[in-house]
């Protein structure tokens, strides 16, 4: 069949189906390559799987075009996705992507003989349904092109909750919008709301979504729920599956204690725990001092207290009142601080200079006392290292404080000019890593102090620090105050000096040692040669014998013989 009769059977058949296309202007594509980076792949359900595919050939004009087509064919029963194609680049090529992303044509973009080439992506997205899945890339102009196969494995998803990725956040009230565990304390008796809520975001070991209920345990007091709604939820039980999307409450069940609940996967595999304390009747409080001295007027944080139900639970809620023995030094009367996460701090109000004993009280209950003193006006300064001797190099404490004229400490503040200028001095200089010493204002602590931490010269001798009192002090004040510590290494002689003596007597006890494994290894030659000679002359003496048996046997022969012929 001639040319013109091909393109008579072609224009008709194209006629009977209702349309005509445009023919190629020009002849197929020369020598088309296809190919793939991966043949296969493995990701897990939900996850993507992506290749690459390298379509080449040689063009002789820009009307030659090649085509491919992406199709899947075969997949797991009741999966239904296409592997779709994605431009990544081209040379001297344009790319139509058309057909839902499975088909592409690639066009020469020049009118000479040239080597064509379009790379593109081909993606599985995200397929759930676990199994294997084939897709073959087919160049279908020209006709019969080369194919590439691609083979992905979809793995089940790891549905289960990991303790190292799931998040587990425990919410004071009915609420769910915090962003780390509150301190949860309620009161034990029963209630329709929840004490606490905890919102549980399961994660996979990869990080992944994790579908899997898990296991909700109380220990101790309280009862949970769950629910989806965190102000709808009602207390049903002490140990409850909570299937995945749901938020867990914890209820009170009448009794005191601390209710642990325990997060696990369904196989016993622990992922958090959390905790929520009920509380009774406050029925006994401890008191805790925090400063030791305080200044006149308002000061925050003097003294904390700890209330305690029946049980000894802690309780997490409430008021409570400070009294002080002496109103006029510290005039607190009733000063209530609130307690907050099991614990109410109280400002105290310093009037005048004096120790008082403070007590907190909830209605007749009252805490042990606790003494706190109001300061007196600075006097002078105090240097001190915290031991009196130091091995070359060992590290120091420097510490300062501040007194009044009664020789007591004054209350943690700063002294804008407590030293005059240079600070503290020292006869010897300390080592790499010391303090710097020089200030002139310090600022002492709680525990009305200032520290500095320094290292001892490296030789023998004692080292002297001293410092001018400056204008936060009294002129009385103003004068150098000054501390010594020895440097010294007789320590370690005399450790050293121990380990020679010991040496010394490790070595005489070896000597006397090894004399008497001597003398003992003499006994022992002496001995056995005793032995041997008593062993032979048993040998001997038993040989004796033996002969005189013999004898004795021959003689006694010889009588009876005798005996026999006097007879006769």
């Not at 996705?81 to 839902?100: F, P, R, Y």
């Not at 196969?149 to 990725?165: C, E, I, Q």
């Not at 009920?278 to 400063?291: A, H, Q």
């Not at 009280?361 to 031991?387: H, Q, Y």
Request: a neutral charge; charged letters at 10%; hydrophobic letters at 45%.
């Amino acid at each position: 069949m001639n040319k013109f009769k091909k393109l008579t059977l072609a224009l008709a058949a194209a006629l009977a189906m209702g349309t005509v296309t445009a023919l190629p202007t020009s002849a197929a594509v020369n020598a088309p390559t296809l190919t793939i980076d991966s043949a296969t792949d493995v990701v897990t359900s939900g996850e993507s799987a992506t290749a690459v595919v390298t379509l080449s050939f040689i063009s002789q004009t820009s009307a030659d075009t090649a085509t491919i087509i992406s199709a899947m064919f075969s997949q797991p029963t009741g999966a239904a996705k296409s592997a779709t194609l994605t431009l990544l680049e081209t040379a001297t090529a344009s790319a139509v992507i058309a057909g839902n992303n499975v088909s592409a044509d690639v066009n020469s973009t020049v009118n000479t003989p040239t080597y064509v080439t379009a790379k593109f992506k081909v993606t599985l997205d995200a397929p759930s349904v676990a199994g294997t899945y084939e897709a073959k890339v087919l160049t279908t102009s020209p006709v019969n092109g080369p194919t590439v196969s691609w083979t992905v494995t979809v793995k089940a998803a790891d549905l289960t909750p990991s303790a190292s990725t799931t998040t587990s956040i425990l919410n004071a009230g009915e609420v769910t919008t915090a962003t780390a565990d509150a301190s949860v304390y309620a009161p034990k008796a029963t209630s329709t709301d929840a004490a606490a809520v905890i919102v549980v975001t399961p994660k996979n070991a990869a990080g992944g979504s994790a579908t899997e209920s898990i296991l909700a345990t109380v220990t101790g007091s309280g009862l949970i729920g769950y629910g989806t709604n965190a102000t709808a939820m009602s207390a049903t039980g002490r140990a409850l599956v909570i299937p995945t999307g749901n938020h867990i409450g914890v209820f009170s069940d009448g009794t005191a204690g601390v209710s642990t609940i325990t997060l696990t996967t369904l196989t016993g595999t622990v992922i958090a725990t959390e905790k929520v304390t009920f509380y009774g009747d406050i029925t006994s409080i401890v008191l805790t001092p925090i400063k030791s001295v305080i200044a006149v007027g308002a000061n925050a944080s003097t003294v904390k207290a700890v209330a305690y139900d029946a049980a000894g639970v802690t309780v997490g809620a409430g008021t409570l009142n400070a009294y002080s023995s002496n109103i006029s030094l510290v005039s607190d009367s009733g000063t209530a601080a609130t307690i907050v996460n099991g614990e109410a701090v109280f400002t105290l109000t310093g009037v005048k200079t004096g120790g008082v004993a403070v007590t907190v009280k909830s209605g007749t209950t009252s805490s042990n006392p606790v003494s706190t003193r109001v300061e007196g006006a600075a006097a002078t300064v105090k240097l001190a290292f915290d031991k009196e001797v130091y091995m070359p190099g060992e590290a120091a404490i420097i510490k300062i404080q501040v007194l009044d004229a009664a020789g007591l400490p004054v209350s943690a503040k700063t002294h804008a000019n407590l030293f005059a200028t240079g600070g503290i001095t020292s006869t010897y200089a300390f080592g790499s890593g010391s303090d710097a010493i020089t200030a002139t204002s310090i600022t002492t602590d709680t525990e009305t102090v200032k520290s500095y931490k320094v290292f001892m010269p490296l030789t023998e001798n004692t080292v002297t620090i001293s410092a001018t009192g400056g204008t936060s002090l009294p002129l009385a004040g103003q004068v150098v105050s000054a501390a010594s510590a020895k440097v010294s290494n007789e320590a370690a002689k005399a450790a050293t000096k121990a380990s020679e003596d010991a040496s010394k007597a490790a070595q005489a006890a070896t000597e006397a040692a090894t004399a008497a494994a001597k003398a003992a290894d003499a006994a022992t030659v002496s001995a056995q040669a005793a032995v041997d000679a008593v062993a032979k002359l048993s040998t001997e003496v038993a040989t004796l014998i033996a002969s005189l048996k013999k004898q004795i046997t021959a003689l006694t022969a010889l009588v009876i013989k005798i005996q026999k012929k006097v007879r006769a």
